[in-house]
């Protein structure tokens, strides 16, 4: 075994990294990911410049342990991102539209139509027809007034 990982030589780091992306495929989260990374570079590094194999163990030491803090971060900047901010909470992205109302507003509660979905809205008093716009949205509610 041991005669195996001489002879491999510096085709063991690559060897390692396409294995810690192997199982991160098979078992994802994103850890295994930044290992194999970190085992590639210092893989390509080795064939590039002579490192002695305890310099390269400290450069992939170095590396993984850079590389998982540096992910979260950045991963943790992408779900701060605007495009996330009405995810799970679809109706507020409807505040502010102008729709057709479908059915007058009767003792409160009318519909309208935006896209291929009715929704069912709460106003003062209005006719079919009567363009309005949203200004609340509760939970599958929607407020609306004359626009």
């Known amino acids: ?8 030589g510096k085709w063991n780091w690559l060897i390692l990294g396409i294995l810690l992306m192997g199982i991160e495929a098979l078992v ?10 970190a085992a590639l570079i210092i893989g390509v590094l080795s ?8 310099m390269q163990l400290v450069g992939f030491a170095l590396l993984a342990i850079s590389m998982v803090p540096l992910w979260r971060h950045f991963a943790a900047r ?16 409807l505040v502010g539209q102008v729709a057709m109302l479908e059915t007058p507003i009767v003792n409160g509660f009318g519909t309208i139509k935006l896209g291929d979905t009715v929704w069912r809205v709460e106003g003062p008093a209005l006719e079919a027809g ?7 949205a509760d939970g599958a509610r ?5 626009a």
């Open 130 to 136: 009567t363009r309005v716009k949203i200004e609340n």
């Open 28 to 37: 994802p989260g994103v850890f295994m990911f930044w290992l194999g990374l």
């Open 142 to 146: 929607l407020r609306v007034g004359p």
């Open 78 to 93: 992408a779900s701060e991102r605007e495009d996330n901010q009405f995810l799970n909470r679809r109706t507020q992205e």
């Open 47 to 54: 064939f590039g410049v002579v490192i002695s194999w305890q």
């Open 1 to 8: 075994m041991l005669d195996t990982l001489v002879a491999l």
